[in-house]
């Protein structure tokens, strides 16, 4: 069937909330890369045949990450008129047990983590019950609201992670989906749809955050016959793995947006460009691009409109440097991902020399909730400077590795304790990384800066990706920097001089430090170099990759100094 009107919408619509409220029993397996490192694949098969084997009529749908990482395998039971159990670490063992509380209507609380009553679709700004009342068994478990996973967050790019078959289309359509796509079409210009993103003030979420809608503003109203938008999907920083989870949880919610966003700039071709890695993202996008065109929501004359567009998939070959605008355009174009000098705006002049619109996974997948809810709901989350919410990956020192959305403004210390269950017993917090390794490392000291574009920098840091590692007092921070420059050196392209040899030689300083041959002029040195890759290296690899020596020097410059002096390592890390 081609969706041609909002009628047509309203149909689809229908058919997945049969699917996500069906008449039998729906159990829910988390399937992303950890769950299933953790035998989330083994409890699918226990499951499939305990319900067989117990003739009970259940439908096993694998999802994707509610963000409950430290969980994993997360299992939810929706029984038709109750309400939604989910349950965590969850074995093959345990499963006999949880079916036979499925046979008998009831819920397990021992392994429960919090049920779900109601349910808000954020694109839609509705509500829908699972349950018009409470059975008692079901009353001793904790409301999600309840839940401190849960309390800190406002869940707007990951609405649908966790909740939805990321291979449906019909279960994101019955969450809302392709209903801002259809307002866009049908009751907005271009202009208006721009406007909207300009008032909200959405700023960038794969770096320095810069403002989404004056990119989009200027891309519009740069001189070209062709334009372009692209999503950017090649997070590379190490141990993070946000966009890989946004991708594999709610494929369309990438494509709405980035569709508006092709129809706001005048753009018929959208590319998203993959890390090579991303194996099952690869799929669930190639699926969802399938299912799009099958619907007729790509394509031409989407949703019976004047406005055609069409979405090209190209893996990349994942390197760091092709995070960078123009190093990402050089390798769609079948070059080589480097750089080039940043006077010629890519909005302009970007793939193949016409005006382009480059944004990453998590920026298009908070375009269709503002495109439905309007810039004043936007703009009342988050800070004044920094609106909207933040997804953050967290690992490291902390009790509970998760994956989670906060509101911009949360403090660093409030994720760390509410989300990460606090630092690891008989430890003290020590230093917090929040953006990858351009964004250096600050001291526990400052550990109730709010997560803020603003804030972070004039702290020295920058906010990024948003993947946060937590370092206890075991952590050398002259060893963690070492690391970090290592992984820069590796993933610098070499095309300039400052970038290609000053982090080389800012490494081999770093491993002098860690062996014990350390001198005095070691510091001033590096700063030497520090400075100097800031303002000569030609693109922001190269520009931020100082950051961790220059963070660490400023807040832990004392470490250094006894790792020179001494000859010691103070947390016994380095080999001496």
Same mark, same amino acid.
């Given at each position: ?26 159990v ?5 890369p ?25 439908t096993?749908?694998?999802? %994707? ?12 039971v929706?029984?038709?008129?109750k309400?939604k159990v ?23 609380k ?8 109601? @349910?808000e679709?954020?694109?839609?700004g ?72 300009i ?8 770096g320095?955050?810069f ?19 692209l ?29 508006i ?19 099952? %993202?690869k ?17 031409k ?25 123009t ?14 000098p ?18 990453n ?13 309007g ?6 989350? %988050?800070?004044?400077?920094?609106? %909207? ?5 967290l ?28 630092i ?11 953006g990858g390794p351009?964004?250096g ?40 920097a ?6 820069? @050196? ?16 800012m ?10 041959i ?39 410059r ?6 020179i002096q ?5 947390s ?5």
């Amino acid at each position: 069937m081609k969706v041609k009107s909002i009628r047509d919408l309203n149909k689809l619509k229908s058919e997945g909330e049969k699917l996500l409220r069906p008449k039998n029993i729906r159990v829910q397996v988390g399937t992303t890369p950890y769950a299933l490192s953790r035998k989330a694949r083994d409890v699918i098969e226990k499951l499939k045949k305990e319900l067989d084997q117990q003739n009970i009529d259940a439908t096993v749908v694998r999802v %994707g990450c509610v963000g409950i990482c430290y969980e994993e395998p997360v299992v939810e039971v929706i029984i038709p008129g109750k309400p939604k159990v989910t349950y965590g670490s969850i074995t093959v063992d345990k499963v006999p047990s949880l079916v036979k509380a499925i046979s008998k209507g009831k819920a397990v609380k021992k392994y429960a983590l919090y049920r779900t009553d109601q @349910e808000e679709i954020i694109c839609s700004g509705k509500t829908f019950s699972y349950a018009s009342r409470v059975p008692s068994d079901y009353k001793k478990i904790p409301l999600a609201c309840e839940f401190k996973f849960f309390q800190p967050q406002v869940r707007i790019a990951l609405r649908n992670a966790g909740i939805i078959n990321p291979d449906s289309i019909e279960e994101y359509v019955a969450r809302g989906g392709y209903s801002a796509l259809s307002k866009a079409l049908t009751k907005m210009t271009p202009e208006k749809v721009i406007d909207v993103v300009i008032k909200a003030d959405v700023r960038g979420r794969g770096g320095g955050g810069f403002p989404a809608g004056l990119k989009w503003k200027t891309c519009r109203e740069a001189k070209g016959k062709e334009k372009y938008v692209l999503c950017n999907c090649s997070e590379g920083d190490p141990g993070i793995g946000m966009h890989k989870t946004l991708i594999e949880s709610d494929p369309h919610s990438i494509l709405e947006g980035l569709i508006i966003g092709g129809y706001a700039i005048g753009a018929m071709e959208g590319y998203i460009y993959l890390h090579y890695g991303y194996a099952s %993202g690869k799929e669930k996008l190639l699926k969802a691009i399938d299912q799009a065109n099958e619907y007729g929501l790509l394509g031409k004359n989407i949703l019976g409109s004047d406005f055609s567009f069409s979405i090209i998939l190209k893996e990349g070959a994942g390197a760091y440097v092709c995070g960078e605008s123009t190093a990402l355009m050089a390798t769609l174009e079948g070059r080589s991902g480097e750089p080039r000098p940043k006077y010629i705006h890519t909005a302009e002049k970007g793939l193949w020399d016409c005006p382009t619109n480059l944004n990453n996974v998590e920026t298009w997948c908070n375009i269709p909730p503002i495109i439905s809810r309007g810039a004043g709901w936007y703009g009342k989350i %988050g800070t004044k400077s920094s609106k %909207g919410t933040k997804v953050i990956s967290l690992t490291g020192n902390v009790n509970r590795s998760c994956l989670a959305e906060v509101p911009m403004g949360t403090t660093m210390k409030e994720v760390i304790n509410k989300l990460g269950g606090g630092i690891v017993k008989g430890t003290k917090l020590k230093a917090i990384g929040v953006g990858g390794p351009p964004a250096g490392l600050l001291p526990a000291s400052l550990a109730d800066l709010p997560i803020d574009f603003d804030e972070l920098v004039k702290a020295g840091s920058l906010l990024g990706s948003g993947g946060m590692i937590v370092m206890n007092d075991k952590t050398c921070v002259v060893d963690m920097a070492r690391f970090f420059i290592k992984f820069l @050196e590796e993933e610098s392209c070499g095309r300039c001089f400052p970038c290609r040899e000053g982090i080389k030689r800012m490494r081999e300083i770093l491993d002098g430090l860690s062996a014990g041959i350390g001198k005095d002029e070691d510091i001033d040195l590096l700063q030497e170099i520090v400075d100097c890759l800031s303002e000569a290296s030609l693109c922001d690899l190269g520009k931020s990759a100082p950051n961790v020596v220059r963070s660490t020097l400023r807040y832990f410059r004392e470490e250094y100094k006894i790792h020179i002096q001494q000859q010691v390592c103070p947390s016994k890390r380095c080999t001496m």
